[in-house]
């Protein structure tokens, strides 16, 4: 592992940071802030999922959650979306390839030799993390924005042990019904639909529940609001009878505008899940 | 004036908008943070000068000011940091031309038709914002970082009636003996170091003071130390008796992390200054 960076922030450490990949067989980067409590000993960690084109770097400099994170002594994870380099498949789509790997292991060709978002986010970045960081990996929480509020529920859902906490950010609620979903899932992993039920929040949440409660928070005027399909996973919250938060935020948008804006909200809410 | 974007942002409107302007015979883009309470009737203002290389919108989607000022009720101004565009005069160093008004207005060719950042600032957008946003031109600080603290500090020692507040993240203190600042005031104002003098903070200080009292954050482990002269401000700010906070801070670098994470501090200091 190769440090890329350190920032000092809020007393703790913004740090950026390069490996190889086994999961996705190419060099990975990611982000992690480690607070000022990390100092003393092993801090709670919150994952921070990022959405479509993004990297682990978009919400480290935008969405301000370290001065959050310093005042309640957690840690936060920033992976990228999707492997990256050449002789990795991509496709110049926005919404598919690099930049948009939906967190799922692809079966499919030309995406299976390094799309494997799930096994890098679920398997091997933990094991990165916990044998490099002063991190409490007995103390997990996961959040993310639009595709990576699907990663962030739909991870949370399939690894209820791992995870304590999860909330989400604009997510892509529904992917087996949007556009943003029906084309990404069906490259990855094929035109059987079978395939897809385990990575759809709102199919995993009637399979599975959750069990623990969740925060949502949604912009009203999200400009990609049709597409999160934030209906269904409202009605499948109130169905599944989940104890649940959803906030439907007036004025905001889908940008890191809204997301900063509710950033301390999400940490607050994670921390004190994760006894901290 | 034009509208191209506007977001929400912790209740308050996130704006950027373009307009042309008369004092560097260009198009000029700037962003606004209106806090909720502009709602309600005209807030005082932060202005918030940015470094080398800044536009507008590194320090609006980067510093985190936003949640501070609603908090306190403040609005806050990013101006781009020089004229652009075609036929806009411009060097091949990141230091020098666009991205680098150091705040004055240049006399010498081949800068003298556009770079005129010191009335942009001081006149030409204050009537602007003043006419155009809920904010009241009578309760004005500002603020800025490395080439924007630079802006901050003499701007307000210059103009004292105009601002009742002034604050500096790592300023360029010293230009006048700095590689930042010698190359550009002699490219800008002609190699006569009597035309300088009113555009280099340390003897402004000297020479008319300020009437309020000032605060200074410097990362102690900042990468440009060297350039901005911080001994030099502390020293002069020691010399002139002037009421001040100089905070020496350990382990910060010259970045926006260092800026987010103080950013709340300086909003908090200017409020209070403000009347609110």
Redesign the interface.
């Known amino acids: 592992m190769e440090t890329v960076s350190e920032?000092?922030?809020?007393?703790g450490v913004?740090g950026v940071y390069r490996h190889r990949s086994e999961a996705c067989a190419c060099d990975m980067t990611f982000a992690v802030y480690l607070p000022p409590q990390a100092q003393q000993g092993r801090v709670p960690v919150v994952w921070y999922l990022s959405g479509l084109t993004c990297t682990h770097e978009n919400a480290m400099?935008?969405a301000?959650l370290?001065?959050h994170a310093a005042l309640h002594g957690v840690a936060v994870i920033y992976p990228d979306t999707s492997p990256r380099g050449e002789g990795v498949a991509d496709d110049d789509a926005y919404d598919l390839g690099q930049g948009a790997g939906f967190y799922v292991n692809a079966t499919e060709a030309p995406w299976a030799p390094h799309f494997r978002m799930y096994d890098y986010v679920v398997e091997e970045l933990p094991g990165l993390v916990g044998a490099n960081f002063a991190i409490d990996m007995e103390r997990q929480g996961v959040t993310g924005h639009s595709m990576g509020g699907h990663g962030a529920l739909t991870i949370a859902m399939r690894n209820p042990d791992r995870f304590r906490s999860v909330s989400a950010f604009a997510p892509i609620a529904h992917p087996s019904t949007s556009d943003w979903g029906r084309k990404q899932l069906a490259a990855y992993l094929g035109e059987d639909r079978e395939g897809w039920k385990g990575h759809d929040a709102c199919l995993l949440l009637a399979e599975r529940g959750w069990h623990s409660d969740l925060l949502i928070d949604q912009?009203a005027?999200d400009q990609f609001i049709d597409l999160l399909k934030p209906e269904s996973l409202a009605a499948a919250l109130a169905a599944t009878r989940t104890p649940s938060v959803f906030r439907m935020?007036p004025?905001?948008?889908h940008?890191?505008?809204?997301v900063?804006?509710f950033g301390?909200d999400h940490i607050a809410w994670h921390a004190e899940r994760l006894g901290v």
């Open positions: 920032n000092a922030s809020h007393g913004q400099t935008k301000a370290q001065g912009g005027s935020q004025g905001y948008d940008s890191y505008f809204f900063e804006t301390g």
